[in-house]
C-alpha cells in the first residue's frame, strides 16, 4: 500500500486539495493516473488490492474513487459494493469510476447496476481519465436533494438510498434507484433517453439507448406489477415521463 501522493505546488495553499483514491494491483497504471491527476491538482491516495482499498476509504475520505474490477483477494466489484450499500464507512453516493480490461456491454451493465457513475476500458487515456474526474466531481457538487419523495402508495427516502410500495420495501439497484430517484423529483417532465443517460449515467459517449430502456423495464416490472396505471411514461417517439397522479394512494 502506498503513502498519499501530494502535488508539491499546493503545499501551503489554505485551500483543500480534492482527494482521489485510485485502486490498481498494477503499479505503472497507478503511476501513470497519479502523474495525471497530481498534474490536474488532485491529492492522489493508492492502494493496491481491494482489502487495502476498504481500509484507506474511511481513513482518508476521498471525494471521488478510480477503481479497477480485476483486484486480487476483494474484487473490485465487491469494493464497489461495500461503497453503495452502505459498509465502508463513506457516503454512498461517492463518486466511483470503474477501470476494466473488458469491453464488453454485460461487464459495463453489471458495473453500472451497482453504482459505478463512469466505465473506462484498458488501455485508457490518462488525460480523458482526468477529465471525466473533473466531470464527475462537478456534477457531485453540493446539494440540498429533498428526504422523502412520495407519490401515493410509492416513497422515495433519498437519504437511506430506500424505496417502499404499499409499505414494503422495493429491492432495487443503486442505478434503478438513481433513476426513480431522477423520475420523482422531476414530476410530468419527459426525458429523451439520451438526456436520461447524461443525468444518470453521467454520460451518454459510451452507453446505448437500450441501457435505459432495459432499466425502465426492469423498474416498471418491480413498481407497476399490482398496478393497472404506468407509474412511468412512454412518450412515443421522445422518452419517458414521471407521472404523478393524485389518486395513485386510493
Known sequence: MNTPTIDPRRVGSEATTPRILVVDDDDGIRTVVRWQLNDSGF???EADDGAAALQMLARETPLLVVLDLSLPAVGGLDVLRAVRSGRAGVPRELPVIVLSGRSGETDRIVGLDLGADDYLVKPFSPGELAARVRSLLRRAGPSTPTDVVAAGPLRIEFACREVTLHGERVDLTAKEFDLIAFFATHPRQVFTRHQLMEAVWRSAEWLGEATVTEHVHR??????KDSSTPLIRT?????YQFDVLSDRSK
Open 235 to 239: 412518450v412515443r417517439g421522445v422518452g
Open 219 to 224: 423498474l416498471r416490472a418491480k413498481l407497476e
Open 43 to 45: 491529492d492522489v491516495v
